[in-house]
T-cell receptor
Framework: GQQLNQSPQSMFIQEGEDVSMNCTSS?????WLWYKQDPGEGPVLLIA?????ELTSNGRLTAQFGITRKDSFLNISASIPSDVGIYFCAGRTGTASKLTFGTGTRLQVTL | KAGVTQTPRYLIKTRGQQVTLSCSPI?????VSWYQQTPGQGLQFLFE?????QRNKGNFPGRFSGRQFSNSRSEMNVSTLELGDSALYLC???WGQGYQETQYFGPGTRLLVL
């Protein structure tokens, strides 16, 4: 099945550092979503983007919907230990509930 | 408000058997989607049900099927299990009405096929 290209695959950073990850697709989406998944849990929505060029923040998280509608970026500022987990991007077309997910970025935060 | 619940949380089956997983959406939500998560293929869309009808379908073989009841609860069934069906099966619910709505995921059912 299709997966979106997400990079980096994993990151080891120190507490307090900023983090950037991105997601690219060969297809156009009209919605981009960013999720975080903790071990043993389902993904939890962090940020939703609905318009090309849109920049949206949620606390220390900032995400952007690429102008070509084929990519998206997520930044986490001043990382803390609870940011540890796997981050997924997801794209959606139309009103359909079908999401196409990225390959995931595993984030580890050291003290 | 209770979240999406999935039962059972863990399941062990052997090849050739069949399995039924259950998902109870958030109260009021009418759309339930199912996803398979594996280390190799990541999160893959299986199908979506809305008002007891399958509205969308992913690229999975016919061994994977589902249904939705009038109370919006959904079940998915996998027949003739294969080793490769070992995965975390996630369901997500939403109102199912608009493009800006949020899908809420359950904790998943982890299936191991021996």
């Amino acid at each position: 099945g299709q997966q979106l290209n997400q990079s980096p695959q994993s990151m080891f950073i120190q507490e307090g550092e900023d983090v950037s990850m991105n997601c690219t697709s060969s297809s156009i989406f009209n919605t981009w979503l960013w999720y975080k998944q903790d071990p043993g849990e389902g993904p939890v929505l962090l940020i939703a983007l609905y318009k090309a060029g849109e920049l949206t923040s949620n606390g220390r998280l900032t995400a952007q919907f690429g102008i070509t509608r084929k990519d998206s970026f997520l930044n986490i500022s001043a990382s803390i230990p609870s940011d540890v987990g796997i981050y997924f991007c997801a794209g959606r077309t139309g009103t359909a509930s079908k999401l196409t997910f990225g390959t995931g970025t595993r984030l580890q935060v050291t003290l | 408000k209770a979240g999406v619940t999935q039962t059972p949380r863990y399941l062990i089956k052997t090849r050739g058997q069949q399995v039924t997983l259950s998902c109870s959406p958030i109260s009021g939500h009418r759309s339930v989607s199912w996803y398979q998560q594996t280390p190799g293929q990541g999160l893959q869309f299986l199908f979506e049900y809305f008002s007891e009808t399958q509205r969308n379908k992913g690229n999975f073989p016919g061994r994977f099927s589902g249904r939705q009841f009038s109370n919006s609860r959904s079940e998915m069934n996998v027949s003739t299990l294969e080793l490769g069906d070992s995965a975390l099966y996630l369901c997500a619910s939403s109102w199912g009405q608009g493009y800006q709505e949020t899908q809420y995921f359950g904790p998943g059912t982890r299936l191991l096929v021996l």
